[in-house]
């Protein structure tokens, strides 16, 4: 092709589009003011739709064997012609009745599958199979089979998955599943509302499974097989339906059947869901791939301890799995992983800080497991092993270490109500023993910072203990919190003090001038 052909290509394609769009245009007018003169009645009409429909997808086909690219938009156009005749047979002029139009527009479908298959423009199969899918929404009333309206469904979602397989055609696929999804999503809505048009749990629960099948495991299962050796459909495709079909599916499946006492079952299912997703990381020849569907396995992994456990316990489990996410990706170097070790983590510490609103939280379980989430956070800090991105390492464990320094100070002001104690000098005790560890931790790793932070933390415990324990503690309790304290902070800063002042985060003790 010539550079001046070229160049003309665009703008004729361009033109020939803008030129059908009006030519159809004049043709509704018309149609319209053959109607409202009464020329044609609803059988001519429909008649007149019909053959129109099919005399584009004929004229089409004649001229794709010379421009096939405008060949192929006659043929999109008369399908759609097609598709519009059938539902208006049936909605506008009742002449067919629900199970007769539902077949009208599945036929209408398949001839626009065949062309584009024929054709091979997976552009077109997508328009006829979206088509055959919305085709249940435009048509009142049920079909009358096991898996209802989604029977229908998986048989168009079955379409595309082999249209996939056969031809490698992804649109189509995305396009379908896509679309089989919102009308998932919908249904579920009216279902939550008790609408009398909603499938269905049972029947939702199949167009669920439905969508898993052909949105996640056919792409994911022919990447592992190695059907497909290009990037998009070996690597990307797989890694996208991982992160945007199981978790939404699975989430959907909790909504549908939100009126059963199934949360047990629910977690058995993420444990089996995070053991399948683990077990195709492994398969994955693609890093990006593997890395997608292990930070899926531990978000399932997640959900299935947010559904086994609850209180206390739960949100232990769930900042364990963070920080053990956190830690295994550091050492296998997977930066998916750890995003998702970061998410978890973050969603462990706002279930935790509701946790410590509970009624009782000071019942031993309760303390134990609260106090247990800091120290989690504590051994992300204090981890040696550099981040998957070493410039946010520093940053990565210095909020950890914030974390869990604000964690402990907060589950003793929360937790410690102790009888006979009055929380106040237990929870005294506890900041001051943070303060005074993190100086003493200082020194080992020569962190200034470090200091600084252990030293407020200490003097906020001794204005603590002047301004509110004084007054409000029994003489006895008194007497031990002033007299622990003054031991322990003299012999802590004779400590400190006889190795010199603490030096800058990472580097070494400055020599003290004689």
Known sequence: ???????????????????????????????????????IGPAARIALGAVGGAGLVGLGLWVARRRRVFGVWLEGTGVAALYVTAFAAHRLYDMTDPTMALVQLAAVSAVGVGVAVHERSSTLAAVGLVGA??????????????????????????????????RGWLIPLVATVTGAALVVFGDTVLLLFDTPEASTPAQLQFGVVAVWA????????????????????GVVAPAVASVLVPLPAFGISMLVWADADLRRMWAAVAVVLALVHTAVAFRHRARAARTTDTVVAVLFLGAATLLAFSDSVMVFVVAAVGVAALLAARRVRLAGLEVAGHIVSAAAGLAWLLELGLDDPATPSALVFNGAVPVLWAVAAVDAVPSVWPRLTSATRWTYAGAAHLGVMVWAAASLGLPGLEMEPAVTAVWGALGIGEMVAARRVRSRAFTYLGFGTVLVAVAKLLLVDMASVEPVWRILSFAGFGVALAAVGYWLGSDGEGAEDGEAARTPTP
């Open 1 to 39: 092709m010539t550079d001046q052909r070229r160049d003309l290509e665009f703008p004729a394609r361009l033109l020939f589009r803008i030129g059908l769009g009006l030519l159809l245009l004049s043709l509704v007018f018309l149609f319209r003011y053959a109607v409202v003169q009464g020329w």
């Open 214 to 233: 052909a949105g996640w495991l056919v792409p994911v299962a022919a990447a592992v097989a190695g059907r497909f050796g290009d990037r998009l459909r």
């Open 133 to 166: 899918l919305a085709a249940p929404l435009f048509l009142p009333g049920r079909i009358d089979v096991v898996g209802g309206d989604y029977s229908y469904v998986a048989v168009v979602l079955a379409a595309a998955v082999v249209l996939y397989l056969g």
